[in-house]
């Protein structure tokens, strides 16, 4: 059932007008071959979830192609690599656009294939669970950054996000949900979290112990918004550090996890190169987590957490329903780059911290992610560690928070609700 209106909808409605084949990748469950069955509905449709469609394609890729002739829409495309050779002659011998529609849920191992075989004929976008502006209805599509310019055309559209947040956070951002009042909370996500074993962590590394791997997702449910400390999660879990990294590349292949990489500078000598990581779903992160009500998540320990990983997470999204690529737009800083400041009447070093920094047209901006209602000029005090870098300027900082409206501290300092995202 198709009744949420997708931001990313016209960008994939002219992406494969001038293009010869589109891929569509995500999460499972997150409506990408919904979206094409709206957008493209004279399409033949086959999806590779379909054993005996998959063992065809895999054994004899030309008779399949004959079963199935273009325009052809390929769900989870990814089961079968070998069928991008036979997409490649097909588009290689033909001027037309729009000949094939293809959806994933491994986008890097699909990069992997792409990269290999099909650079150059194939347009690619991204879709995520739905953002609060497509929840709540907010016709507007630009990625996030706090420009004038931006500010000013966003609160043309502005509307409040919700009265209870923690309600949208503890929920998560899967269709499903919204479109399916009805679905039990924990339901859905034992049956996903079952699926994606089954399915995708089976396929990539036809892991034995599946409980094994559940507790490995827990743990790192576990550290959403933190440092990633390879070390601490084989310790907790009881396995190697190797399998831990080749874990974590499954869950971002997945799209279950995005790893944010830190700034690098040679003006940031002691800036920290470990990544962060973030659950791309707070309801999933929730589910594993156990907290089973959103009252209990807004009091509990992993409250400031999750706030942070909730709003990472709506700025990303601005990106990929715009079609762009966020990867080499987003960081974070972390390091002891930052001035001595004095406590209990001692001085002490404090390891400078910034939540985001968006890079743009050689602008910097910091943005902190703040639960409170309160903000303050002070929560912002790292942001000058970026004056310094070479050919680089510090644009607008930010403070995203729980505050009800706009309101500037400094002439480059603003407090934003997060219906600004």
Known sequence: ??????????????????????????????????????????????????????AQATEDAGLFFLNNPCPLMIDEVQRCPSVFHRIKIIL?????????????????????????????????????????????????????????????????????????????????????????????????????????????????????????????????????????????????????????????????????VYILKPYSSSALSRAIKSPKIYFRDTGLCCYLTRWLTPETLKNGAMAGPMFETFVINEILKSYANEGSDYDFDVYFYNGKDKKKRKKNGETEDVDGEIDLIISEN??????????????KADMASEFDVLDGIPDKKRGMGVILCLYDRKLYLRDNLVVLPISYI
Do not use: C
């Not at 909808?9 to 494969?16: D, G, T, V, Y």
């Not at 089976?202 to 440092?227: S, Y």
């Not at 050689?362 to 903000?375: D, F």
């Open 1 to 54: 059932m198709y009744s949420i209106k997708r931001h990313i909808e016209p960008i994939l409605e002219s992406r494969a007008k001038n293009a010869k084949a589109i891929l569509l990748t995500g999460p499972r469950q997150v409506g990408k071959s919904t979206l094409f069955k709206h957008l493209f509905k004279d399409v033949n449709q086959v999806t590779f979830d379909d054993d005996l469609l998959l």
């Open 92 to 256: 290689d011998n033909t001027d037309k656009n729009s000949n094939f529609f293809l959806t994933g849920s491994q986008k890097l191992q699909l990069m992997e294939n792409i990269s290999e075989s099909l650079a150059g004929r194939i347009s690619v976008l991204e879709l995520d669970g739905l953002s609060m502006r497509e929840i709540t209805g907010v016709d507007f599509n630009k990625h996030f950054v706090p420009t004038a310019e931006y500010l000013a055309e966003r609160e043309k559209k502005l509307k409040p996000y919700s009265n209870n947040i923690w309600e949208t956070i503890h929920k998560g951002s899967f269709p499903e949900l919204y479109v399916n009042t009805e679905r039990e909370w924990v339901d859905f996500y034992g049956s996903y979290v079952k699926t994606y074993l089954e399915r995708d962590v089976h396929t990539l590394i036809k892991a034995k112990n599946h409980l094994t791997f559940v507790k490995f997702m827990t743990a790192v449910a576990a550290r959403t918004g933190q440092i990633l400390n390879y070390a601490n999660i084989a310790q907790e879990i009881g396995v190697s550090e190797v399998t831990v990294k080749e874990w974590l590349s499954i869950l971002e292949k997945s799209g279950i």
């Open 362 to 375: 050689g602008t910097l901006y910091p943005i902190e992610i703040k639960m409170s209602a309160l903000p």
